[in-house]
């Protein structure tokens, strides 16, 4: 069992805390790259730290696990909290994310491929051509900080 797990067992349903990593990564041609949930949604590659691991270990394992590239040095780019990062899961779980976001142009290695478990599609989009389902709180920081990228 992992950790969140761990702390289900104990609080149930109830709201917690929860801090991850997401990473917005950057090929040589300047593309993005965004992987599709089963939701339908994109978003940059990501998820929630564990014990023991430094949030910049855990944006780089969740790149890998869930498109099969390898990323070297990550550059902090901003933290998303408060009130927009509350989810209500469908087994009833609720929780606010404090998430830690990444950019990086050093891919190291690997080959992509959708991981099949939390991403079913991966791809890298240029300028101009992110695509219109893209999760509300990406959208967000898109527009902040990568604006070339037009939305």
Do not use: C
Not at 53 to 62: V, W
Not at 112 to 139: H, W, Y
């Amino acid at each position: 069992m992992g950790y969140i797990e761990d702390l289900r067992s104990i609080v149930g349903h109830r709201p917690l805390i929860l801090s991850g990593s997401g990473v917005a990564v950057f090929n040589h041609e300047d593309e993005m790259l965004l992987v599709k949930k089963f939701d339908g949604r994109w978003g940059i590659p990501g998820g929630f730290i564990e014990l023991g691991e430094s949030a910049e270990e855990a944006g780089r394992r969740e790149v890998f696990e869930e498109t099969g590239i390898e990323v070297g040095k990550l550059e902090l780019v901003t933290v998303i909290s408060g009130q927009q990062t509350y989810a209500k899961l469908k087994n009833k779980d609720e929780y606010y994310s404090v998430t830690i976001v990444y950019k990086t142009n050093d891919i190291v290695g690997g080959i992509l491929k959708p991981d099949g478990i939390e991403v079913q599609e991966a791809r890298f989009f240029g300028v101009g051509s992110l695509p219109v389902n893209l999760n509300p709180l990406i959208t967000s920081m898109v527009k902040q900080y990568f604006p070339k990228f037009g939305l």
